[in-house]
């Protein structure tokens, strides 16, 4: 009995989230699409591409599959749009934290979108792959995927033949990964989507603007950084000979797979340009097995805050690593099997969207 309430309990929430996407897809044939696409994406088949969803389905092809994420009338980004508000409904938090990063797709060949040679940190290797740059949103509630930019490089952004190839809208220009987050933040900002931090890794902690971008929004960020980056008239590295002995303080960044993230972590404030009320600061992670090995971020907190409050949202940005695993894993983010700009927002989008369903059936 248990069990069949929760397959009631299941399906009747999927209804539900299908019907707030439903004024997207204005005839009945895409709005049945779409729901046999989450279906799809959701249910354990081995792989989720074109031609297991179209028999789960019960097509006789994928022949619809690929008409609905290639020619058929909707658009992503609204989607994308109630995705956020979706999450906000059941995840959001005042404290909640926004978190950037980015994953690859690996594929062969180069007429996928944006497909080039270049450094995947999925892989940990330079690969044949597109880049995806995301946001996530996490809170005591849980975390999910938010909003997502396909990142288009320069010898794509400059190529008609390949632009017309694939689909690129003529408005979209080349952006650096750290314009495209500063993009989607905006876009959460503007949406009123509740959150207090931003973090992010060092593509995005060293970018001035993206940095400005938050100060001016009202919320603070704790934005890693390599050790090159400069605070002041020295690198944050070059800081380290000021920070006293007893500074360090053992704190768990959060819970992983083996328990606690247990480092020791020491932060130095440093109040230029900050606003009233607000302290700007240098936190430092020290590795507990190799002491000689740091990580610095850069922040911008509440003078009220303390250093466990920052060490907290640090260890949020494991969050969307997470979502990544999970996503790839559970509802097919990286099986995709689309070449366009309009197919992979589709499908990236809808998969987001089914992670973020599971992430509210699991709070």
Known sequence: MAAMNEAVDWARGLDELVEQIAPRFRRIEPRRRVRSYLQGLLCPVERKNGWQ??????????????DFLARMRWDADQVRDDLRAYVVTHLSDSDGVLVLDETGFVKKGSKSVGVQRQYSGTAGRIENCQIGVFLGYASRHGHALIDRALYLPEVWANDPARRRAAGVPADVV????????????VRAFVAGVPCRWVTGDSIYGCDYALRRCIERSGRGYVLAVTSRQRLGFK??????????TNAWQRLSAGDGAKGPRLYDWAFLPHGADAAGGWQKGLLIRRKLAHPEVFTFYLTLAPETAGLADLVRVAGTRWTIEACFEAAKGEVGLDQYEVRS?????????????AHAYLAVIRR
């Open 53 to 66: 969803l179209a028999e789960h389905a019960g097509d006789r092809t994928p022949d619809g599959v690929q």
């Open 174 to 185: 080349f952006a650096t990964k750290p314009q495209l987050g500063r993009q989607m933040l």
């Open 235 to 244: 690198t944050v590295a070059d800081w380290l000979e000021d920070v006293p």
């Open 341 to 353: 700009w309009t197919g992979w927002h589709r499908h990236i989008t809808l998969a987001m969207l």
